[in-house]
């Protein structure tokens, strides 16, 4: 394993627990320890960061608190397969919702694209001039029929491997909160009019009135995606506290 984020082995109390947590969840989020797999000990952690055992544990039970990774006495530490959410919600996954109401799920990638992010979409998500986004369009239908138009932004300096993710066979939902957990989520609904693009996509008129929810999902201050959802009319949204 590459030296800690100081690089002081072997000088105790130079690296603290928080540079420590930096470092493990950003190996994380980069896919060096993908979900599942064994976490070195906490002495050779230790070792490796220049740092005293008691560091390194604060560190590791932080982000056991935080959902990121799941500690065993016997068996050690590892990335959690599939992040636990330390909110009081859960992001939805349209796949469920569909199959929740006893209805045909089917989805269709229209588009997908690795380009520099544009300045609207720089300013919304605190990005520089030439960071790189992943921008992608989806399709999600109810028995056959158009149900939610999805069109996603997400973060490649927080999720680089999402860069050559495959999102032909499933929607980025799923693939995001098990890769990532969330710290923050600002949502907006409003209603829009279809134009022409998203009168073809979701089987409507051009003037329809459409149901838009747009959603920005972020961790540690920093965001992860930006996405709007449009449902075509007719659609009708139930939330449960």
């Known amino acids: 394993m590459a030296g800690g984020p100081a690089g002081n082995k072997g000088q105790v109390g130079v690296v603290t627990y928080r540079d420590i947590k930096a470092d493990i969840l950003g190996r994380i989020t980069r896919g060096e320890w993908k979900p599942g797999s064994l976490i070195p000990g906490e002495l050779e952690l230790a070792e490796t960061y220049g740092s005293a055992r008691a560091t390194v ?8 608190e935080d959902g990121i990774i799941e500690r065993k006495r016997k068996s050690g530490s590892r990335v959690r397969s599939s992040p636990l959410r330390q909110a009081r919600f859960d992001i939805p996954v349209v796949r469920r919702e569909v199959e ?3 209805r045909s799920y089917r989805y269709a990638l229209v588009r997908s694209e690795v380009i520099e ?10 990005l520089a001039p030439g960071d790189p986004v992943r921008h992608l ?6 028995d056959g029929a158009p149900w939610q138009h999805e069109d996603r932004w997400i973060n490649l300096g927080l999720l680089p491997q999402a ?25 907006s609904i409003s209603a829009t009019a279809a134009d022409a693009a ?8 051009i003037g329809d009135p459409l149901l838009t929810t747009e959603r920005l999902t972020r961790w540690n201050g ?5 996405v709007r959802l449009v449902h075509r009319p007719g659609h009708r949204m139930t939330t449960r506290y």
């Open 57 to 64: 544990n604060r560190a590791m039970r932080e982000l056991a």
């Open 100 to 102: 929740g109401q006893g």
């Open 117 to 126: 992010a544009p300045e609207w979409l720089r300013a919304r998500l605190a």
């Open 137 to 142: 369009v989806c399709l999600h239908f109810a």
């Open 163 to 187: 860069r050559t993710a495959d999102f032909s066979a499933s929607g980025p939902t799923e693939w995001l909160v098990s890769q990532i957990p969330f710290s923050a989520v600002e949502i």
């Open 198 to 205: 998203l009168a073809a996509h979701l089987d409507c008129g």
């Open 222 to 226: 920093e965001t992860v995606t930006y």
